[in-house]
């Protein structure tokens, strides 16, 4: 089980933190990524991390604004968003794939949260 919380409506240029919660099976076992899909478009990687934590990999239009993280003691993983822009408006998805790491396919993960709308307002 994944579960999303922390979204809501901000302004143009907050923050804004994501966090993921999971249960059910070995969290470190997964690797972890954002998702996020805006009305009419295709689902969107965001960034992942790795299943130690050690390493993390960025969607080109968050590259520099979003930092994501794990903790396995813990069972979650965050989204910090900072300077966000209305383009990044979206329901915001947390996904855990056993096999592939770096993955930008949706399809590759094996499980997801119910997601989390942020909406970022001009």
């Known amino acids: 089980l994944i579960e999303e919380s922390g979204g809501g409506l901000v302004q143009a240029g907050d923050s804004l933190r994501l966090s993921c919660a999971a249960s059910?099976?070995?969290?470190?076992?997964?690797?972890i990524a954002w998702f996020r899909q805006a009305p009419g478009k295709q689902r969107e990687f965001v960034a992942g991390?790795?299943?130690?934590?050690?390493?993390?990999y960025y969607g080109e239009s968050v590259k520099g604004r979003f930092t994501v993280g794990r903790d396995n003691v813990k069972n979650t993983a965050w989204l910090q968003m900072n300077s966000l822009e209305p383009e990044d408006t979206a329901v915001y998805y947390c996904?855990?794939?056993?096999?592939?790491?770096?993955?930008?396919?949706?399809?590759?993960?094996?499980?997801w949260g119910q997601g989390t709308q942020v909406t970022v307002s001009s």
């Open positions: 996904a855990a794939a056993a096999y592939y790491s770096d993955s930008v396919n949706p399809d590759t993960y094996n499980y």
């Open positions: 991390v790795w299943r130690s934590g050690g390493r993390t």
């Open positions: 059910g099976r070995p969290f470190s076992n997964y690797y």
